[in-house]
Every structure is written in structure tokens, then in C-alpha cells.
């Protein structure tokens, strides 16, 4: 059977169910493999709080026979797809008279550049470089870009000396006064990525679906058995290997939604329907979701904050009772950065995980994080200082072939983060002369 041609914007139909594919070979135009040169070009920006131990973070050599300290050793799989970045500068972040507010102005500068203005009601920022480049590529998907997180948004209220809450809890800005809300729950994000639209048919169908414990794969199998015939063996394989990570992710969703019980039936604790009490199944989720909207050309541009900046959530679980925005502040105290550590271990650890999912996905010659840029760090660099010079920056993937990778880069003191992001903007062909307060394209990575 010679398999045929099949549309890129191919989705498998089911009642209420709308499930997007991967890049399949029958997708391309020809059989020599041109997946290379049909895979977009995606951008993930990942964002962690309080900053980092940074002797544990910054390796000791440059070029390409760098160590991966401490912290980084969770990337030790990955190390041929990174890049280490030293010495970027986020200048919006100072205080420049402003005074108190480090954590707020981190979380709102590090994508936008800009300094916000200190006020709880007149909140004034910049335009973020995931919705610039969304300007340029988002109209060729579903959703022009996702906003992710652990821990929900606020758009008003004060925090942080006097600033607006809008800054520390949104990493996304639309424009310099309307930042864009994160999604928390797991569930919902599958449901806009899996579910066919908004209507009164989708919303029984989904009920029915979550009482009766049906995937949506089960709305849609007449279709995927069809789609199954008409590809070829590479294909099939690719396929069946896509669904089966659906019907995963969709089967851990139903999991973490059961309530623990205790021996009178009563459940021991109340929690928001969706989001999983642990930590890690929460961040893994809400990863798994990020991969699968990149795999299914859903969106190419995401961004995830693994917690509000300033966020003082405790980990037990690490054996870090204490808040992490009060074990930042570890003024030397030994055993505070041993938990610090271990903290950023732990996110340094979901980082991993998505880039293995990435990595284990792919497409034609290469895999999805071979297609992706994917930048993880914080708006702060030592938690005790606050500062926001030398930032613990990384960048992950290769852009399509656009970045040499596997270095680790140390600029000139006080570089600015926005040369990266002026470098990204080109690569998505998005004309700028400037972001923020770039000064140059950044050099070095490709």
C-alpha cells in the first residue's frame, strides 16, 4: 500500500472531541525526508523563583568542555543541548529609586525588559518577548501561546512594598498594562487542547466522559483506525506511539483527581478539583501538557512559572519545612543552603523531565527538542542579595539546527537579558531592531 498524503491540520473527530497529531511522514511533501525543514520552530520560558545558589550553578570552564555543576546535574543527559548563559543583566529589575520590591519587579521584567512602575492600581510594564513572538507565528496555531503555572495569578491587590500583584504572580504581558493570567489546573489544559470547542455538546460529552472514566481517544478511535490504513509503517508506529502518551497523561489527570479517604470515608483533605496534591505530579502534569500542545502544533510558544516570584511555598517534602523565600535569605547559614540546594535540585529536575519528553518525541531526522528553544532561569541571582546582574540563565535545544549548543557561554559584565531575546525574535523571523533594553544580538550561539 502506498500511504497517502495527508493534511498538516489532520485532527482526530470524536463527539466533543477534537484531538490534534504530531508531525507525521505523510505530512511532508515528498518522501525524502523534509521533516528537518517542515518542523516549526517552538519557544518555551520556563521561570523560577528566589533565584539560586549560584557556586552551585555556574560552571567553572567556558566553551564546550564545561562542567555541570551542582545544581545542573539533573541535566547530565542533556548536556550536548544546552547552553550556559553568565553574566546577562536584567536592568528593568533594579530598583532605580524605586526602593523595595526586588521579587516583583524580577517576575515582571524578565520577559519584558521593562521596569514596571511601582503602583498597586496604575500597573505599567512591557509587552513580553513570548507574546512578541507570538505576534509573528501565533496565528498558525490553535492558540497563539500558553501561560502555565503551579501557583494562581492576581491581577490586583499590593504586594512586595507597594507594588501590584499583576507583577510577581504573571510572566506573560499582551501589552504594558494587560498581563496574561497563568493556568494551574492540568485539567483544563488538556480539555482545551482535547476537547472540540466550548458548546453544550462538548460540555455533556465531557461530563459524561469523566463519570464514566471514557478517554477522549475513545470519542475519536473510529478515526484514529481510519488514519491508521492510510499511513505508513513509521508512521503507525509514531502514531500509536502519540496516542498511548495521551491515554497516559489523560489516565494520570483521572488519578490525581481522587480525593485521599480516611478509614470513616471522610477525605482528609479539600483541594481544587484537577490540580494533584503533590508538587511533582502537579509540575509534571503541567509540563506533559506543555509537550503535547509543541508535539500537536497546538501553540509554539508557552511559558511556565514553577512558582510566583517571592513565593514562600515550604517543601516538607525535601526536608525544607521552612518557606523558600525565607531560605533564600540564607545569610551564609550552612544548613539554609543545603536546603536551598536541594530545592533547586528539585526544580532543576522538572526542567529534565520536560526535556527528556522533548527529546523522546520525533520529528522526521530529529526530535522535538532538537525543534525547540527552551529558556529556564530567574529574575534573581543570589536570593540573599537580590540582584539581578549574572543571572542564572540557561537555554536548552536547538532551534532547528540554529544553535550551537553544548557551551557555556560568559559574556561581558552587565550584557543584557534582552540580547538573547532580540537574538530569538530574528529566529522566528519577527523584524525588531530592539527588545527592552537590548543593545546588540547576543553572540555566540549559532
Known amino acids: 500500500m502506498i500511504p497517502r498524503r495527508i493534511d498538516r491540520r489532520t485532527v482526530l473527530r470524536g463527539v466533543g472531541t477534537c484531538v490534534a497529531l504530531p508531525l507525521l511522514d505523510a505530512m511532508l511533501p515528498n518522501v525524502v525526508r523534509a521533516a528537518d525543514q517542515q518542523a516549526p520552530l517552538r519557544a518555551a520560558f520556563l521561570y523560577v523563583p528566589n533565584g539560586k545558589h549560584m557556586p552551585d550553578w555556574t560552571p567553572q570552564k567556558t566553551g564546550r568542555k564545561f562542567d555541570l555543576p551542582a545544581t545542573l546535574q539533573p541535566l547530565t543527559a542533556h548536556r550536548e543541548s544546552l547552553c550556559v548563559l553568565s553574566n546577562l543583566t536584567l536592568d528593568g529589575a533594579a530598583a532605580h529609586g524605586d526602593g523595595p520590591g526586588d521579587h516583583?519587579?524580577?517576575?515582571?521584567?524578565?520577559?519584558?525588559?521593562?521596569?514596571?512602575?511601582?503602583?498597586?492600581?496604575?500597573i505599567q510594564n512591557g509587552i513580553s518577548i513570548d507574546q512578541a513572538i507570538a505576534q509573528s507565528v501565533g496565528s498558525e496555531t490553535r492558540f497563539p501561546s500558553l501561560e502555565l503555572g503551579l501557583e494562581g495569578s492576581s491581577q490586583a491587590g499590593s504586594c512586595d512594598n507597594g507594588y501590584s500583584c499583576a507583577y510577581p504572580s504573571n510572566l506573560a504581558w499582551r501589552n504594558a498594562t494587560s498581563p496574561l493570567a497563568k493556568e494551574i489546573d492540568p485539567t483544563a489544559i488538556f480539555d482545551r487542547l482535547f476537547a472540540s470547542g466550548e458548546s453544550e455538546t462538548d460540555k455533556k460529552t465531557s461530563s459524561l466522559r469523566k463519570s464514566r472514566r471514557k478517554s477522549v481517544l475513545d470519542f475519536?478511535?473510529?478515526?484514529?483506525?481510519k488514519l491508521h490504513q492510510q499511513v505508513g509503517a513509521a508512521d503507525r508506529r509514531k502514531l500509536d506511539e502519540y496516542l498511548y502518551a495521551v491515554r497516559e497523561v489523560e489516565g494520570r489527570l483521572v488519578r490525581s483527581e481522587r480525593l485521599e479517604v480516611g478509614k470513616d470515608g471522610v477525605p482528609n483533605y479539600a483541594r481544587p478539583s484537577g490540580v494533584p496534591r503533590e508538587l511533582s505530579e502537579h509540575c509534571k502534569l503541567m509540563l506533559d501538557m506543555m509537550a503535547l500542545s509543541f508535539q500537536t502544533d497546538s501553540t509554539r510558544i508557552a511559558t511556565m512559572m514553577f512558582a510566583n516570584?517571592?513565593?514562600?511555598?515550604?517543601?516538607?517534602?525535601?526536608?525544607a519545612p521552612e518557606g523558600h523565600h525565607e531560605l533564600s535569605h540564607h545569610g551564609k547559614s550552612a544548613e539554609k543552603q543545603a536546603k536551598i540546594a536541594r530545592i533547586n535540585h528539585f526544580y532543576v529536575s522538572q526542567l529534565a523531565y520536560f526535556?527528556?519528553?522533548l527529546s523522546s518525541i520525533r520529528e522526521g531526522e530529529r526530535t522535538l527538542l532538537d525543534n525547540c528553544l527552551v529558556l529556564y532561569g530567574s529574575g534573581i541571582s543570589d536570593g540573599d542579595r537580590h540582584n539581578h546582574d549574572d543571572l542564572p540563565i540557561l537555554l536548552a535545544g536547538q532551534g532547528g539546527k540554529r544553535v550551537k549548543s553544548g557551551q557555556h557561554l560568559m559574556y561581558e559584565p552587565k550584557t543584557p537579558l534582552c540580547n538573547l531575546y532580540l537574538w530569538m525574535l530574528h529566529h522566528f523571523d519577527a523584524a525588531a531592531d530592539s527588545f527592552g533594553d537590548s543593545n546588540a544580538v547576543l553572540e555566540g550561539l549559532t
Open 355 to 357: 526535556l527528556d519528553s
Open 220 to 225: 475519536a478511535l473510529d478515526d484514529a483506525r
Open 104 to 122: 516583583a519587579r524580577s517576575a515582571a521584567a524578565f520577559l519584558t525588559g521593562a521596569h514596571p512602575r511601582k503602583s498597586v492600581d496604575d
Open 309 to 319: 516570584e517571592g513565593s514562600n511555598r515550604s517543601h516538607p517534602e525535601l526536608d
